[in-house]
């Protein structure tokens, strides 16, 4: 259990009282547990046993330096999307052999620097081997690229929010198993590509192995295949290992591995690297954003509890009803009732659901399982400061980043036209 409440009940993270971080640090601030992420990344890496790997962590789900120093720390790589998650993740030590970068809408000049740092280019349509050939040829140069295959897996089978699931054929992502052998014929005819992987990635937040290893399966048929032509030296079975939000996790991270690895021995390929692309279970769990109460109001039968966090700082309830548990950070005798849980937007879907919270003796709540998709999908809107972050290690606080100052927001968008 990530957070732990301490002999005075008050809740912990990492060994840290969070009443103590929110003496140090404004609220609303996220606050991650450095160590236990980097027990997570170890546990993962252990799971490959003899396997070739690579633990290419999604830069998306927490782009935190402390977070990418920490993970490459313990030999993970980075699945970038963009510019500058690639110059984020070189700046924090991933070498480039261990960056896989995704996208289904490149820019020239991204495509420019991915080729010149070496790193692998995931594409995702047969039209994007050409460009990279031809930028590669300008340059100079030969570009190492995967094809991101999409194995068409019906997305009512992954039980996941219908938002983050990528591998059904009307997804934008991947190209169809019926346009390889384009992409093939496109990766052949040009001596600046050579083509070094095979990838896929279905979705997020899987909560059982079922159709993880039935993309894996197809997807390694498919590599047995191609090597005949390419000498692969990966493929990659994406990201999407899910975690428990309070409704259950039927598998751990851990068995996805362990069960890819088996399908990719039984396919004859133990002597290529197995990649993975995890993003939310190395991270989610271990960090929480921790609010203050504003107020409470009572309106006929609804009590509300009003935090200084909104939708601003942790979009995942309004853009996928996700359901994150809230608790408070001090313990209170007081009797619980359900109250509706929301944020100071001016949005409805500012809302983090109800919840069974003492009626008082509290003035902090913490939003758990918060470290994965919250600071990075943050935004400014009405006019809100971007949140704290506060980094805990060996026990202690390590860092903190100071929550923006709103009136440089202000300040800013004065400017803006001027
Ligand atoms: N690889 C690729 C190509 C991806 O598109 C993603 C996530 C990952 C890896 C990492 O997936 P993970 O292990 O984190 O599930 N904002 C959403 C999740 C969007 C995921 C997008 N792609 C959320 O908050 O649930």
Redesign the pocket.
């Known amino acids: 259990m990530p957070t732990l409440r301490d002999a005075a009940g008050t809740l912990t993270l990492g060994g840290v009282s969070l009443v103590d971080v929110a003496r140090v640090a404004e609220t609303p601030s996220y606050v991650y547990d450095l160590d236990a992420m980097a027990a997570e990344a170890r546990e993962l890496r252990e799971a490959f046993g003899s396997q070739r790997h690579r633990v290419c962590f ?1 830069v ?2 927490n782009s935190a330096g402390a977070v990418l120093r920490a993970l490459a720390g313990q030999g993970c790589g980075a ?1 970038v999307v963009s510019g500058a998650e690639l110059v984020l993740a070189r700046a924090c030590g991933v070498p480039s052999d261990a960056i896989v970068f ?1 996208g289904v809408a490149k820019l020239g000049r991204e495509i420019d620097f991915a080729i010149a740092e070496g790193v692998t280019i995931q594409v995702e349509s047969v039209e994007e081997i050409g460009r990279i050939a031809e930028r590669a040829s300008d340059l100079g140069a030969r570009a190492r690229i995967s094809i991101r295959i999409n194995p068409a897996i019906d997305s009512a089978a992954l039980a996941t929010h219908a938002n ?1 699931a ?1 591998g059904h054929d009307e997804a934008k992502f991947g190209v169809l198993v019926a346009d390889l052998p384009a992409a093939l014929d496109a990766a052949s005819r040009s001596d600046r590509v050579s083509l070094v992987g095979l990838s896929a ?1 279905i979705g ?2 899987l909560t059982d192995t079922a159709a993880y290893v039935d993309a894996a399966r197809a997807l390694f048929a498919i590599a047995r295949e191609v090597r005949q032509a390419h000498p692969l030296s990966f493929v990659d079975t ?4 899910g975690i428990d939000y309070g409704a259950g996790c039927g598998a751990r991270p851990a068995d996805f591995v362990r069960a890819v690895c088996r399908e990719l021995a039984h396919q004859g390929l133990g002597d290529v690297a197995l990649y993975v ?5 190395l991270v989610a769990t271990h960090g929480v954003l921790l609010t203050r109460v504003i107020q409470r109001k009572v309106s006929g039968d609804q009590r509300w509890l009003m935090i200084d966090a909104g939708m601003n700082d942790l979009l ?1 309830p309004a853009l ?1 009803q ?1 359901r994150h548990r809230v608790v408070p950070v001090e313990t209170s005798g007081a009797p619980c009732a359900t109250v509706r849980v929301v944020g100071p937007v001016c949005e409805s879907s500012d809302d983090f659901g109800a919840h069974d919270l003492p009626e008082g003796g509290f003035s902090l709540a913490a939003v758990l399982d918060a470290g ?2 919250g600071y990075t ?1 943050a935004s400014r809107y009405n006019g809100r400061a971007l949140p704290a972050e506060v980094f805990i290690s060996g026990g202690r606080i390590a860092s903190i980043t100071a929550r923006e100052d709103w009136s440089a927001w202000a300040g800013d968008r004065a400017r803006a036209g001027a």
């Open positions: 999604a998306k789900a699945d995704s983050i990528t990635h997020s937040q994406g990201g999407g290992f692309e995890p993003g939310r279970s995942r996928y996700a994965a998709y999908m």
